[in-house]
């Protein structure tokens, strides 16, 4: 099994960056997919969730209305879309996918989004 993420980097306060989780080694669209993000000396905290099927989602308060989450089961992609960022949205980004009917679950590596100027 294999979970890659992509997209992160340095970007100014009030810009975007679209983060890309690619899986592959499972059926994709048996798995529910989530977001986090963690800063050194904290606890890795959840930032948007989609089942499945792409067809409910949740976004946490702190980002709500700025990220949007979203995949596609033909590409076994799943995205996070960040828009009006902040310093405080500054963090490592963590893609993880969990079995609908298991307790399987599978981390990537993260990718670090730094927001300053």
């Known amino acids: 099994v294999s979970v890659v993420e992509s997209g992160g980097g340095l970007v100014e306060p009030g810009g975007s960056l679209t983060l890309s989780c690619k899986c592959s080694?499972?059926?994709?669209?048996?798995?529910?997919a989530s977001w986090h993000r963690q800063t050194p000396g904290k606890e890795r905290e959840l930032v948007a969730f989609?089942?499945?099927?792409?067809?409910?989602?949740r976004i946490v308060d702190a980002v709500k209305g700025r990220f949007t989450i979203s995949r596609d089961n033909v590409r076994d992609l799943v995205s996070l879309e960040m828009n009006s960022l902040k310093p405080e949205d500054t963090a490592v980004y963590y893609c993880?996918?969990?079995?609908?009917?298991?307790?399987?679950?599978?981390w990537g590596q993260g990718t670090q989004v730094t927001v300053s100027s």
């Open positions: 080694g499972v059926p994709f669209d048996e798995y529910h």
């Open positions: 993880k996918i969990q079995g609908m009917a298991s307790d399987k679950e599978f």
């Open positions: 989609i089942t499945g099927d792409g067809n409910n989602a």
